[in-house]
Structure formats: C-alpha cells, structure tokens
C-alpha cells in the first residue's frame, strides 16, 4: 500500500472564500481587467508558504506565468504550490488561479498554471453512481489549522510519475508531504483483484479523526458520473439533489469494475475529497464540476474506458 500525506491547510481559506472565482486561465477576466496585469498597472497576490505576497506578473503562452525572481524567497523549488490571486475592481471579488512553480531562473521564476479537466477525460459507457457527503464546516477549519492532517491510501495502484510535480505542490513549504512506498512499484498489477484509494483525516495523535468517522454516517445524496479525469470530475444529481452545497468541499464514494486480459473481473472502490468548482441547474436536477485535492493515478481511467 502506498501512503501520501497532502497538506492542504494553507490553501483552504483560498478555495473557500466567498468572493473568490477560481478559474484556469486568464481568459475568464474581462479584456481590461486582464490588461492591467498585463501591463503592470495592477498587481498580484501570490499565498506561498503561508505568507501573502504582492507582486507584477506577466503571461505567457502554454498557460504559464511569469514573476521577477526576487519576489518569491530564496530556496523556492519547481513542484512547490502557489495561488495566484487577481483582484477585481468591483463587489470585492478575486480570481484564484492554481499553479505550481515549474521553472526557477536566476532572473524570473515560470509558473504552471493548474486545471484538473486538463488532464484526458473520459465519458464512461456504464452508469455509475456517487454518494456524496458534504464536509461540515468545523472540518475545513480544522484542516486550516492543521490540527487534521488529509492522508491518501493507495492500494493495487501505481502512482504516476508525472503526478509527483502537482502533488508536491500543494506543500505551502518543503518537507510538509512525504511520499511512503510501502510496496515496490512493480508489483502492482492484475493479480490484484481488489484495488482502492482512499482519503483519510488523521487527528495530531495520528489516529482517524472523530470528525472523520461522523463524515461517514452522515446520510448521503447521489449522483450519476458524467465524465472523469486524473484530476477532476462532473456529476449529475436529481430532483434538487446537491444544490445546497454551503461549503463547497465533498466526500466521495464510487466503486468501479473492469476485466483483465483473462477475463477476471477486478474491483476498484474509491473513497476521495472533491472541491466544488461550479454548479449548474439542468431540466432533471443539478450538474456539478469537481476537482479533487490531489490527482488520482492515471490507471484509474482503465475502469472506465
């Protein structure tokens, strides 16, 4: 089984401020808004380890961004998290963007801006159902105060290579996450009938937290999977189903099937936290666009596909 510990502490307030819009590119600001940064007449507020930060920024193609070196303080490594705040001018609002540091250079540091969809998607054929849970409100304030701690189990599945670069980054400083393989990679494979990957809150004695255990007997509602990738997905729900959300964060639970090259059916349950990125009303019900806190491996499209 394989172990990551994902520090989401400094980054929660951010996803969850009211007045905040997170977008994926700075295609979503209008054209003058969008030209103020450009041309430095506006600044930036980066939320880096912890500490607010104000700077100019400049963009690039690829969907990539600019900051002068010295902005960010010394020792800043590629993988590392950085939200990217753009203030409005009206009504208080802030588009967030997340990115990681992708390159360091002696006179400019290169951001990558991150969008869960980016990765492939996948329409699966079958119906699946969701249960969802939504996260109370004491939870959130306990993972910003780092007095719960997000772990993910990984069982019968390979972590992905590239993966390593975003879920280093969501560290607000090195050394906060520490990927433990307790099995070698090469084992993992399909005489491994059962898979599973689950999210886990730990409380600071190192057990399962009691918020936790109460999270999972609440009652939940379901949905229908819509579309899927490594790092976000989209439901449907029913008859209002979801159109409450008051904080924004969720628990999932899905469990999908495939068969191998012999024609064994092997199983995969997937227990995960999901951000709601944006909600939607439909003729039936709702349609709601997730991003997980941390990508999921790659392998998982192949019970899907």
């Known amino acids: ?10 980054i929660v307030k951010e996803l969850f401020e009211r007045n905040n819009i997170q977008v994926h590119s700075l295609d979503a600001l209008d054209a003058d808004l969008r030209n103020q940064f450009a041309h430095g007449k506006k600044k930036a507020l980066l939320f880096f ?39 409005a001018e009206h009504d208080n609002r802030r588009y967030v963007l997340q990115a990681f540091i992708k390159n360091v ?5 290169e951001l990558q801006i991150m969008d869960p969809r980016y ?14 849970r939504n996260v109370p409100h004491h939870l959130l304030l306990e993972l910003q105060a780092e007095k719960l701690q997000l772990v993910r189990e990984i069982e019968g599945l390979p972590e992905d290579e590239e993966a390593t670069e975003q879920e280093g980054a969501l ?14 990679k090469d084992v993992y494979d399909d005489s491994v009938q059962e898979q599973k990957i689950t999210d886990l809150l730990f409380d600071e ?10 999270l999972l007997q609440e009652s939940p509602f379901s949905g229908t999977l819509v579309d899927f990738s490594s790092g976000g997905m989209s439901m449907a729900t029913r008859n209002g189903d979801g159109g409450e959300l008051p904080n924004g964060l969720l628990y999932c639970n899905f469990d999908l099937s495939r068969k191998d090259g012999v ?27 997730l991003m997980f806190l941390a990508r999921l491996p790659e392998d998982i499209l192949l019970f899907l596909e």
């Open 49 to 87: 380890r912890g500490a607010v930060l104000q700077t100019i920024i400049a963009e690039t193609g690829n969907r990539q961004l600019l900051l002068p070196s010295e902005v960010l303080p010394a020792g800043s490594k590629a993988g590392e998290k950085i939200v990217v705040i753009l203030p």
């Open 263 to 289: 024609g064994n059916t092997i199983s995969l349950e997937v227990n995960i936290f999901a951000i709601v990125r944006s909600l939607k009303v439909t003729a039936t019900g709702h349609l709601l666009n």
């Open 205 to 214: 004695k190192g057990g399962i937290a009691v918020g936790y255990k109460a």
């Open 105 to 109: 250079f002696t006179d400019r540091i």
């Open 119 to 132: 990765y492939r998607r996948v329409r699966p054929v079958a119906k699946h159902t969701i249960l969802v």
């Open 171 to 184: 560290l607000p400083e090195e050394g906060k996450t520490k990927r433990r393989k307790a099995v070698a």
């Open 1 to 10: 089984m394989a172990r990551m510990n994902i520090n989401v502490s400094g």
